[in-house]
């Protein structure tokens, strides 16, 4: 079954009495999830609104995508409402200017030549793991760090996609203008305890060890086995990578490992779309890309939901500047905290380019 875009509303339909005030911008600086790369085929287009922005994306028919900005430069049409894929470029619906993928105006079908004075912002794409992840830096510089490799990115865990079921869009879901600043969720990667609160965790999670490096803010979390003669007996854990406040992904190891990632990415000043996606491994000999019934079923009922239960939290959180603290909060918070401010409106110069 495919949750892509089922985002449940709340029970009282109300999302949020208001937007949560953050004292740090909605645009910030990094990588975001804007879709799936499935859900848009070779020669087709697709319209996108995220920072405030009106996007186009286009895939070529050599497969090859592309994010420009959407209003054509002549007289302001959309090119994501009936342009045409011709090339590498994508052709206006009102008059056929073509768009080259670096934004350039690249011919005018009734004219000699371009408008080569006229240029489409071209936005850098990442796509990665069956994900689009696109870059905003509101000050227009290029992707200061890579994105991780979910499959190599913990080295005693190695993996590839080979060894797991295809995410989307079977074990898939999408929260659509949720008034969740992305900061909020990475808030979690801190908070063990909320697990037994908000996902019903049936023993205390421990925070094992944190990091803030660059751009990465990295954890590990652990369900301590019942009957452990040894602090580190561990039925499972969880490390989680933060890649910028865009989002993160998580590798579980013990007694479930599975892999996921999860983003959040502003459409405004206000509200936010959620991307999730679970790689759930192989029966051995498995070659199909259907997920068996009995997985999807129990990815539905036990792992997606777990963002449906953070939201009821977040929907309705107010940010806290200076919270207080339990003790064994203060100083992995304090470090998130401290490592977020890197992406929010800070000159490029002055940027990590560390990771
Ligand atoms: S508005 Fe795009 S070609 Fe005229
Ligand atoms: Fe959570």
């Known amino acids: 079954m495919c949750l892509a875009g089922m985002g449940p509303a709340p029970a009282d339909g109300i999302r949020g009495s208001c937007a949560v005030k953050v004292p740090f911008t909605w645009k910030p600086t990094g990588w975001f999830m804007v879709g799936w790369s499935a859900d848009i085929a070779p020669g087709t287009t697709k319209p996108m609104y995220y920072f405030g922005q009106h996007l186009v994306a286009y895939r070529t028919h050599e497969g090859v995508l592309h994010i420009l900005d959407a209003h054509c430069r002549h007289l302001g049409a959309h090119l994501g409402h009936g342009g045409k894929v ?128 660059g751009p990465f803010y990295t954890s590990i979390a652990g369900w301590p086995l019942p009957n ?3 602090p580190d007996g561990m039925a499972m854990k969880i490390n989680g990578i933060s890649c910028g406040v865009g989002g993160s992904f998580a590798i579980f190891e013990g007694s ?4 996921l990632v999860f983003f959040t990415t502003p459409i405004d000043d206000e509200t936010s779309d959620m991307f999730y996606s679970i790689w759930w491994p192989r029966d051995a000999g498995d070659t ?62 002055q940027a990590s380019t560390s990771g």
Not at 125 to 144: A, K, L, Q, S, Y
Not at 154 to 175: G, R
Not at 256 to 259: E, T
């Open 288 to 349: 199909s890309d259907e997920v068996p019934a009995a997985y999807r079923e129990r990815a539905k009922t036990q792992f997606l939901t777990t963002l449906r239960d953070d939201l009821e939290i977040w929907r309705y959180q107010i940010y806290i500047e200076t919270p207080a603290f339990a003790q064994q909060d203060a100083r992995p918070y304090g470090a998130l905290r401290k490592w977020a401010k890197q992406f929010y409106e800070v000159e490029p110069t």
């Open 86 to 213: 011709n090339g590498d470029c994508i052709e206006c619906p009102y008059h056929g200017w073509g768009w080259g993928s670096d934004g350039e105006n690249k011919y005018i079908p009734y004219e000699d030549r371009p408008n080569v004075s006229q240029q489409l912002k071209s936005w850098t794409v990442d796509e990665r793991h069956e994900c689009i992840f696109m870059w905003h830096d509101p000050f227009n510089g290029p992707p200061r760090w890579e994105l991780p490799d979910i499959w190599t990115v913990i080295p005693h865990l190695p993996s590839s996609a080979d060894d797991y079921y295809p995410a989307y869009p079977q074990l898939s879901v999408k929260y659509e203008k949720e008034p969740v600043h992305p900061q909020i969720t990475l808030e979690n990667a801190p908070d063990s305890v909320h697990f037994k609160y908000v996902h019903d965790a049936t023993v205390d999670p421990v925070l094992i060890d944190w990091k803030a490096d």
């Open 256 to 259: 479930v490992h599975y892999r």
């Open 228 to 230: 452990a003669k040894s």
